[in-house]
């Protein structure tokens, strides 16, 4: 078989990885992919992830038999429904379903129809009415823009006078341009985070390992959000009983109301949860998988990937038997310092060639080769995993290999993985 995988992330790389393990794959591509990546599969940089009409001309001409897409820009923008439209297969929801993602106002709005436990909220697009609302509900208090602002989209004000700065770069001074010209503001949940992946066939669905990741740069969970400083599997804070509550409160009438609101999901279900005491709500969809809890979520898969997607996307997921290694893992991210604020790029990565654990992988994020070195390219550089019997081991070998890799400003949270062990 002939595939390609759409982005150029950790996510990206932990795909091609995985994929690969399919002896019948006899070619991937990878658009625009990265250095790692290049290592496993053929890249091609010039072609970005939402220019589907070079997409869609590359399928064609490299015959490619399926295509996975990792980001969430080209699924809403519509990339599955015109490969659909040119009998090319492909792994990820139509535009009409990724609609979970690229509108927060759909989604909480199909949450309510559905009854399926989320924040209370409302939509504004008027920052004075926005602020008196705000009034009344009281702090904290979380605006978000409606539509797809890159990870920036959600702020926390503990104040009032960051509420109405908050609205006035959204509503007035239109920062995320269209995404924010509609506001939700939501009540403030307290509790532990958890990521849930249902591979959906639009009827049928499995699910894979929970994960928790790690938004906040600092150790403790302390600064501002990144895109994810580090993720690891399974999330123990799921036990048997709280996973079925899971998916009859939250993964079951999701798929069942998307199909019978005509938008059938057929991809990957990410819901964002918070484990409040009064149960699981969901924080917010997204249409594609996790980064970085994909890199710790694909190492404890058993079953085969291409399989799996191949009979989500064809739905045929009915009487599928997924099969999990009864493993751990721990990603670690490696940043460039200054993340998530300014940071350098360019920077030599030294140490990828040492020899590591047979255990541990280290997927790439931000990374480019220049001559003969591989050079940082991004905030999130590598996203450093293991995989052992315990968290605990996966814990230590994974840091054990974050020690053998050095770039000028290297940074990483010291404390990946820990709120598992207490
Ligand atoms: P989102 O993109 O909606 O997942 O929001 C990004 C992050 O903001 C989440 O991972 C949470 O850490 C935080 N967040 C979002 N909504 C809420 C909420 N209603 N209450 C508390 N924290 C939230
Ligand atoms: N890890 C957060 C995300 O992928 O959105």
New binding site residues.
């Given amino acids: 078989m002939r595939v390609m995988v759409i982005g150029s992330g950790g996510r990206e790389h932990a795909l091609v990885w995985k994929l690969l393990q399919n002896s019948k794959i006899e070619k991937i591509y990878c658009l625009p992919g990265n250095a790692g990546i290049a290592s496993i599969a053929e890249c091609v940089p010039d072609i970005s992830v939402t220019d589907t009409p070079r997409l869609l001309n590359f399928a064609s001409a490299k015959k490619i038999d399926f295509t996975v897409v990792g980001p969430e820009a080209p699924l809403s923008q519509g990339v599955t429904n015109a490969f659909q439209a040119q009998g090319l297969k492909i792994f990820g929801p139509t535009q009409e379903a990724a609609m979970l993602e690229s509108s927060?106002i759909f989604a909480k709005n199909f949450m309510n129809r559905y009854k399926i436990p989320t924040?209370f909220s409302e939509a504004f697009d008027d920052k004075n009415k926005a602020l008196d609302f705000i009034k009344k509900t009281g702090l904290p208090i979380?605006i978000?823009a409606d539509g797809l602002a890159a990870?920036k989209?959600?702020i926390?004000c503990q104040t009032y006078q960051e509420a109405e700065t908050a609205l006035e770069n959204m509503l007035e001074k239109q920062i995320f341009g269209e995404a924010g010209t509609l506001v939700l503001i939501?009540?403030?949940?307290?509790g532990e985070?958890v990521s849930i992946f249902a591979v959906s066939d639009g009827v049928h669905y499995q699910i894979l390992a929970p994960a928790q990741d790690h938004?906040a740069i600092f150790d403790g969970d302390q600064g501002p959000?990144t895109g994810g400083m580090g993720a690891y599997a399974p999330a123990c804070i799921v036990d048997d009983e709280l996973m079925q509550q899971i998916q009859t409160t939250i993964i079951e009438p999701t798929i069942t109301g998307m199909a019978l609101e005509n938008r059938p999901y057929r991809g990957l279900l990410y819901a964002?949860l918070?484990l409040t005491k009064n149960g699981p709500k969901v924080?917010?969809y997204n249409c594609r998988f996790g980064d970085p809890e994909t890199q710790a979520v694909l190492p404890l898969l058993k079953s085969d990937l291409l399989e799996l997607l191949i009979a989500a996307s064809e739905g045929n997921l009915q009487n599928y038997q997924l099969k999990k290694h009864d493993l751990a893992a721990v990603c670690v991210i490696m940043a460039a310092g200054g993340y998530p604020g300014k940071y350098e790029k360019g920077q030599t990565i030294f140490g990828l060639n040492r020899k590591f654990d047979e255990n541990v992988y280290i997927f790439h994020a931000g990374t480019k080769k220049v001559k003969d070195k591989i050079v940082t390219d991004g905030g999130r550089v590598l996203g450093v995993t293991a995989w052992a019997s315990d968290v605990a081991d996966a814990i230590k070998t994974a840091y054990t290999a974050v020690g053998k890799i050095a770039f000028n400003g290297a940074y990483y949270r010291k404390d990946i993985g820990h709120k598992a062990l207490i």
Avoid at 186 to 190: A, Q, S, T, W
């Fill in positions: 927060k924040a979380v978000k990870g989209g959600v926390i939501e009540e403030f949940l307290r985070e938004k959000n964002g918070i924080l917010e």
